[in-house]
């Protein structure tokens, strides 16, 4: 295998600029790197010098040039061999490396966008990625041209009237929208606190879909509970906050099924979790008066999950989340998959102390978790009954 630069590594090193979204904003003509022969090698290995340089000019063809440097030699005399290798066009570089097609695509969404041309950096710094959109470019560019026409529209995204683009289209293209919009929109055109794709809606000023509260009347003496049913209500995040029910204790589970067999316990009720989200319980005030009882899984993001609760109700208490339960329960330990470190500063003493055995991996050499429905019911109704 020659030490020499070829013709393929050539176009490597070009292809290397593409693949990182750099060639279209090379200064051209651009200079290669090419490693020649020596002067020993010149006499060692002359045939070998000869065919190298045969196949370097017979590559240049392909969108190369090639500058030749003398060179004298004691035992060969004088000979030409290439010295220098360039690409003097974006032409060149996109047929030396296969991607003419590519590159006129590419023109063509650059003369598309001209009326945003707050967008064309966007399109120079990620070239492939606008290729890879190229399809769907149209529509896009349509969306921002009525969202910039209609600033925070307060209306749902099914409600954007453009031929072609429906509601299920601008949800899936949220990501490379938001970028597009961040662009072209004025400053108090932005929710700024709002991002992701979850917030676009906020983001943007439409209308998002309202957020909903599960929850459970856990005393078949309640007012609300209705015979015959397992008091199971769903209401919107206004509804519950102005609720104000007769209760004393708030437990909030993550799971489902212990959400609707979670036992009867007087003056109480129970609510079905969101995960880190708790945008639709802030808001409720109440909540601030009543006993607040978290039930997640043991494990790094359960008391990270307890932790943010605390953020909205620094009275929030652990349930469940003990070490006695998580011991009491080895043989339902699974592995946590993709767990955190971060430091907890809302968690109290014996919460840290085990939050640091799971995050530092003191219980078992690989992370662990102890998820809340692998928990005996029999110690859940125990753990209740201890309550009161």
Same mark, same amino acid.
């Given at each position: 295998?020659?030490?020499?630069?070829?013709?393929?590594?050539?176009?490597? %090193?070009v292809?290397?600029?593409?693949?990182?979204?750099?060639?279209?904003?090379? #200064?051209?003509?651009?200079?290669?790197?090419?490693?020649?022969?020596s002067?020993?090698e010149?006499?060692?290995?002359?045939?070998?010098v000869?065919?190298?340089?045969?196949?370097?000019?017979?590559g240049?063809?392909?969108?190369?040039?090639?500058?030749?440097?003398?060179?004298r030699?004691?035992?060969i005399g004088?000979?030409?061999?290439? +010295?220098?290798a360039?690409?003097?066009?974006?032409?060149?570089?996109?047929?030396?490396?296969?991607k003419?097609?590519?590159?006129?695509?590419?023109?063509?969404?650059?003369?598309?966008t001209?009326?945003?041309?707050?967008?064309?950096?966007?399109?120079?710094?990620?070239?492939?990625?606008?290729?890879?959109?190229?399809?769907?470019?149209?529509?896009?560019?349509?969306?921002?041209?009525?969202?910039?026409?209609?600033?925070?529209?307060?209306?749902?995204?099914? %409600?954007?009237?453009?031929a072609?683009?429906?509601?299920?289209?601008?949800?899936?293209?949220?990501?490379?929208?938001?970028e597009?919009?961040?662009l072209?929109?004025?400053?108090?055109?932005?929710?700024?606190?709002?991002? +992701?794709?979850?917030q676009?809606?906020?983001?943007?000023?439409?209308?998002?879909k309202?957020?909903?509260?599960?929850?459970?009347?856990?005393?078949?003496?309640?007012? #609300?509970w209705?015979?015959?049913?397992?008091?199971?209500?769903?209401?919107?995040?206004q509804?519950?906050?102005a609720?104000?029910?007769?209760?004393?204790?708030?437990?909030?589970?993550?799971?489902?099924?212990?959400?609707?067999?979670?036992p009867v316990? #007087?003056?109480?009720?129970?609510?079905?979790?969101?995960?880190y989200?708790?945008?639709?319980?802030?808001?409720?005030a109440?909540? %601030?008066?009543?006993?607040?009882?978290?039930w997640?899984?043991?494990?790094?993001?359960?008391?990270?999950?307890?932790?943010?609760?605390?953020?909205?109700?620094?009275?929030?208490?652990?349930?469940?989340?003990?070490?006695a339960?998580?011991?009491?329960?080895?043989? %339902?330990?699974?592995?946590?998959?993709?767990p955190t470190?971060?430091?907890?500063?809302?968690?109290?003493?014996?919460?840290?102390?085990?939050?640091d055995d799971?995050?530092?991996?003191?219980?078992?050499?690989?992370?662990?978790?102890?998820?809340?429905e692998?928990?005996?019911?029999?110690?859940?109704?125990?753990?209740v009954?201890?309550l009161?």
């Amino acid at each position: 295998m020659t030490p020499w630069t070829t013709p393929d590594d050539l176009r490597t %090193q070009v292809l290397r600029l593409w693949e990182r979204d750099e060639l279209l904003a090379a #200064a051209l003509p651009l200079r290669l790197s090419l490693r020649a022969p020596s002067s020993s090698e010149l006499s060692e290995r002359f045939d070998e010098v000869r065919n190298w340089a045969a196949a370097l000019q017979q590559g240049s063809s392909k969108g190369y040039r090639l500058v030749q440097r003398e060179v004298r030699h004691r035992v060969i005399g004088q000979n030409s061999l290439p +010295g220098e290798a360039w690409v003097d066009t974006l032409a060149d570089a996109l047929r030396l490396i296969g991607k003419v097609r590519e590159g006129r695509a590419f023109i063509a969404l650059l003369a598309e966008t001209q009326q945003h041309p707050t967008l064309l950096p966007w399109l120079q710094r990620q070239p492939r990625r606008a290729l890879a959109l190229a399809d769907e470019w149209s529509k896009l560019l349509a969306i921002v041209a009525w969202v910039e026409a209609h600033l925070r529209p307060g209306i749902y995204l099914r %409600q954007v009237d453009l031929a072609g683009v429906h509601s299920k289209f601008i949800e899936a293209q949220r990501g490379v929208l938001a970028e597009l919009l961040d662009l072209v929109l004025p400053a108090d055109a932005i929710d700024a606190a709002s991002s +992701g794709a979850a917030q676009f809606a906020r983001r943007y000023g439409f209308r998002d879909k309202p957020l909903r509260v599960r929850f459970r009347f856990l005393d078949p003496r309640h007012v #609300a509970w209705v015979p015959g049913t397992d008091a199971d209500y769903t209401v919107s995040r206004q509804a519950f906050a102005a609720l104000n029910p007769a209760v004393e204790r708030v437990f909030i589970t993550e799971n489902e099924i212990n959400f609707l067999a979670f036992p009867v316990l #007087a003056d109480s009720l129970v609510v079905f979790g969101a995960g880190y989200g708790f945008d639709a319980l802030g808001e409720a005030a109440w909540l %601030q008066q009543r006993r607040l009882h978290y039930w997640g899984d043991i494990d790094t993001h359960g008391f990270a999950i307890l932790d943010q609760l605390r953020s909205h109700f620094a009275h929030a208490q652990s349930f469940l989340m003990d070490r006695a339960t998580l011991l009491a329960h080895r043989d %339902q330990w699974v592995a946590e998959p993709q767990p955190t470190q971060r430091d907890l500063p809302r968690l109290n003493d014996d919460e840290c102390r085990l939050y640091d055995d799971l995050r530092w991996r003191r219980l078992r050499d690989e992370p662990l978790r102890l998820e809340q429905e692998r928990i005996a019911f029999g110690h859940v109704e125990q753990a209740v009954a201890a309550l009161l």
